[in-house]
């Protein structure tokens, strides 16, 4: 059985940073990606940032320059530092995984529709 569990949402003023976590248990999948992606009520999830095991990353452009995602590979641990939060960014963040079909090798998405395994999400929310 797959589990992705979030952790590190919390409250900021705006400026501050937080490092969300995000541990995949039960998942086998070789030639995966994992992403962030963040919903707030009555809005689509949007995506944030995505990584896979081959070290390529991709970024949506509000959080590009303020936002790092990094996998770990070998744990299969997903984290996203944000930096320089604004109060815009308050959301519920979600983490994901999915994998490449055969014969592709790029790269990470942040099309949700791309995820297969999805955890239960951790608030952030950010003041002015």
């Known amino acids: 059985q797959v589990q992705l569990v979030e952790s590190g949402g919390g409250s900021v003023q705006a400026g501050g940073s937080l490092r969300l976590s995000c541990a995949a248990s039960?998942?086998?999948?070789?030639?995966?990606?994992m992403g962030w992606f963040r919903q707030t009520p009555g809005k689509e999830r949007e995506g944030v940032a995505a990584a896979d095991i081959y070290g390529l990353t991709t970024y949506s452009d509000s959080v590009k320059g303020r936002f790092t995602v990094s996998l770990d590979g070998a744990k299969r641990i997903l984290y996203l530092q944000a930096n320089d939060l604004e109060p815009a960014d308050t959301a519920s963040f979600y983490c994901?995984?999915?994998?490449?079909?055969?014969?592709?090798?790029?790269?990470?998405?942040?099309?949700?529709?791309?995820?297969?395994?999805w955890g239960q999400g951790t608030q952030v929310t950010v003041s002015s």
């Open positions: 039960g998942y086998t999948d070789s030639r995966y990606y």
């Open positions: 994901a995984a999915g994998r490449y079909d055969a014969g592709v090798f790029c790269c990470p998405p942040t099309s949700q529709h791309r995820y297969t395994y």
